[in-house]
């Protein structure tokens, strides 16, 4: 292999195990961090070994396409982690096809991993939420839909899918999409409890006595 080669697989591997870690540190999926790996280093070592300028083209749709088979054979794959495999098959294709100049890949690649980093960040959109509820009775108004969600969920409903509206088992089925409310944080006020002074304490303890006993 030419000293461009192996730099691109080393960076090829670094990109990997960081992307791998981003997504086991958030999601906590062990089985999906060998696939990522996997998928990784096997479409770099296809790509490496078939990579010439006559089917680099054919090559990279037909790795691609292997997405799209994971995609329709995996009902437990989310949206993110489609993602995620994704990313790690761009960046073996990348890192495996011949370069023209070596500085394009490498900026592919940290472009890849710092837009998933980015946009799979907790804070990101954080209050946004989707569900599919089952609720116990059948709502066909969409303005009462809305308000019942919205109170069983807590926050603000922005789009509401109903699925199935079952007027004999009164069910109705419906994929929501809803914005968490903000709330005091009354954790706060338990913190500020837990470090009040031995006096402080002592004080609000005489004043509730008191208070208690003035009520008798």
Known sequence: MTT????LAATDLAAAVLLSAIYFQRHRRRDL???FLGVNVGVLAVA?????????????LGLFGVLSIIRLRSS????REVAYYFAALAIGLICGLPPVDLSVPLLLVGLIVAVLAVADHPRVLSRARHQTVHLDRAIADETELRAELGRLLGGEVTGVTVQQLDLVDDTTLVDVRYRVLATPNARNVTREALDATPSQRRT??????DLIGGTR
């Open 204 to 209: 609000a303890d005489a004043s509730f006595a």
């Open 76 to 79: 437990e794959i989310t949206q």
């Open 4 to 7: 461009t080669a192996l730099i």
């Open 48 to 60: 490496t070994v078939l990579g010439t300028a006559e089917v680099a083209l054919g090559l990279g």
């Open 33 to 35: 961090v060998v696939a």
